[in-house]
Nanobody, 117 residues
């Protein structure tokens, strides 16, 4: 079974840092994109960042550029989102996602990030 297990959320003060992890299992090839979405209260879910397992190409939404860094450990099949200089507007539930692998989207359980001002 394909599974995505996210961890690393928590409460942090503005300006602080957190690192999210997403452990992927069940993928039989390295030809997918994996990344993070987030959903703040009362807002739509938005894509935050993603990385390709085939060429390590990355994407960041403008609001997190220069603050967040996505990386992966290919051996452990784990993706990390290092979040620095956190702002209250980063508060959201963060979801690990693999879109359109073998015609299916995969989601992990959300992990809550709360940034206090």
């Amino acid at each position: 079974d394909v599974q995505l297990q996210a961890s690393g959320g928590g409460l942090v003060q503005a300006g602080g840092s957190l690192r999210l992890s997403c452990a992927a299992s069940g993928f039989t090839s390295d030809d997918y994109t994996i990344g993070w979405f987030r959903q703040a209260p009362g807002k739509e879910r938005e894509g935050v960042s993603c990385i390709s397992t085939s060429d390590d190409a990355t994407y960041y939404v403008d609001s997190v550029k220069d603050r967040f860094t996505i990386s992966r450990d290919n051996v452990k099949r784990t993706v990390f989102l290092q979040m620095n200089s956190l702002k209250p507007e980063d508060t959201a539930v963060y979801y690990c996602n693999v879109p359109n692998w073998r015609s299916r989207d995969y989601w992990g359980r959300g992990t809550l990030v709360t940034v206090s001002s």
